[in-house]
């Protein structure tokens, strides 16, 4: 027999020797155990007994018989000077000649001031924001290409008008009465 396969033979023959010799002390059961560990979990509270509560009615008083009304106090206050100023400033409105109206449609007509036209939006919104915190019913609308900034809608257009004078005068911005649509 050749050296070389005198060597595989020692070698096999250690190889199985060594597997007769390791493998009943690795597969005799006693290596892997479950760990048991101490519950950490408190027992549950004691539920507490419920309490009766008895239903109180209380009877409620008759409204059969109507109060008699009751009478206004007047009390005359003089104006003070701002306020006269103020109502002289004031537009005076006739409600004759600008009541809500109907279209031919029979549609509502509105009215909204158009106060700017913005290519960028972002500037739209800081003065949309801005008449807001003025106290301005304000929303706007983007076009094709601009975006607009509407105050309103009214029923009257006078009371628009008033607004726009107000405006000009409050932030420089003339802005145009136009129909309100919803689109």
């Known amino acids: 027999m050749k050296e070389q396969h005198k060597k595989q033979l020692v070698g096999l023959a250690a190889v199985l020797i060594s597997a007769l010799v390791l493998f009943p002390l690795l597969l005799d059961g006693s290596g892997y155990r479950e ?10 509270p004691d539920m507490p007994e419920l309490a009766q509560i008895e239903p109180q009615s209380t ?3 008759d409204t059969s018989e109507v109060a008699p009304p009751a009478q206004p106090a007047v009390v005359a206050v003089p104006a003070p000077p701002l306020q006269e100023a103020v109502a002289a400033a004031e537009p005076s409105i006739d409600a004759s000649e600008d009541t809500p109206r109907l279209d031919e449609q029979q549609v509502p007509v509105a009215w909204t001031l158009q106060l700017a036209s913005f290519r960028d939006e972002a500037n739209a919104r ?6 807001i915190d ?4 304000v929303y706007i609308r983007n076009g094709p290409d601009l975006v607009r900034v509407f105050v309103g809608p009214d ?4 009371r628009l008008e008033s607004l726009q004078a107000r405006l000009k005068k409050d932030y ?4 145009m009465i136009v129909r309100f649509t919803t689109q």
């Open 126 to 131: 800081s003065l949309r924001s801005e008449l």
């Open 155 to 158: 029923m009257q257009r006078s």
């Open 59 to 61: 009877a409620l008083p």
């Open 35 to 44: 760990r048991h560990l101490k519950d950490r979990i408190p027992p549950a």
């Open 172 to 175: 420089a911005l003339e802005g």
């Open 134 to 137: 003025g106290g301005y019913k």
